[in-house]
């Protein structure tokens, strides 16, 4: 429904937080245990690393919870839910072609190591709005530009599942991402 005013519509909400950098030295040593970073678990298994790293799950329910509390003023309590988890690439010359999650409603990335900031890896996500440049004068371009920032340790990003994003490639020696999907059942 339209009110009087301005009104908001097709929000896509993109909520930038943070973890201790304990919790990053515990995760990345969770991490090392329970997988192998030369062939990450998103390459060879379908197991989420929610189940073996009892931190990441729970660090997961907090960012979403503090999520959906600040973007919706809903309790993320109120929904059954479940997670699904991996590493991503963590060796250097690696990047990520656009995709978004298709299935998942929200997306949440943690970057447990990514101390390396002159060696790319920029995160790059796209307005969902296809096509809804056009007819635009130049002068509004800054309205459908990609929102990009370069991740550091300790940031997560959680976001609809529907956005396309991408990371550019980075040159780091090591860098540690975990990925948590959140997926609301009826």
Request: no cysteine; net charge negative.
């Given at each position: 429904m339209l009110k009087s005013g301005l009104n908001n519509c097709w929000t896509t909400p993109i909520y930038k937080t943070s973890i201790s950098d304990e919790q990053c030295q515990e995760l990345i040593?969770?991490?090392?245990?329970?997988?192998?970073?030369?062939?990450?678990?998103?390459?060879?298994?379908?197991?989420?690393?929610?189940?073996?790293?009892?931190?990441?799950?729970?660090?997961?329910?907090?960012?979403?919870?503090?999520?959906?509390?600040?973007?919706?003023?809903?309790?993320?309590?109120?929904?059954?839910?479940?997670?699904?988890?991996?590493?991503?690439?963590?060796?250097?010359?690696?990047?990520?072609?656009?995709?978004?999650?298709?299935?998942?409603?929200?997306?949440?990335?943690?970057?447990?190591?990514?101390?390396?900031?002159?060696?790319?890896?920029?995160f790059v996500a796209y307005d969902p709005r296809v096509n809804a440049n056009r007819g635009f004068h130049s002068k509004f371009k800054h309205m459908f530009e990609p929102i990009e920032f370069l991740p550091q340790t300790g940031d997560v990003i959680i976001m609809p599942g529907f956005v396309y994003h991408a990371v550019r490639n980075y040159t780091s020696s090591l860098r540690l991402a975990l990925p948590v999907d959140l997926f609301i059942e009826d």
């Open positions: 040593q969770q991490v090392m245990i329970y997988q192998n970073i030369d062939k990450p678990q998103s390459d060879f298994d379908s197991t989420s690393l929610t189940d073996s790293i009892p931190l990441l799950k729970e660090l997961a329910y907090e960012k979403y919870k503090e999520f959906f509390s600040v973007t919706f003023d809903y309790d993320i309590d109120q929904f059954k839910f479940k997670f699904k988890s991996w590493l991503t690439g963590s060796k250097g010359n690696y990047y990520m072609d656009l995709h978004n999650h298709s299935g998942s409603p929200w997306v949440a990335v943690f970057y447990v190591l990514a101390e390396e900031t002159n060696k790319g890896g920029d």
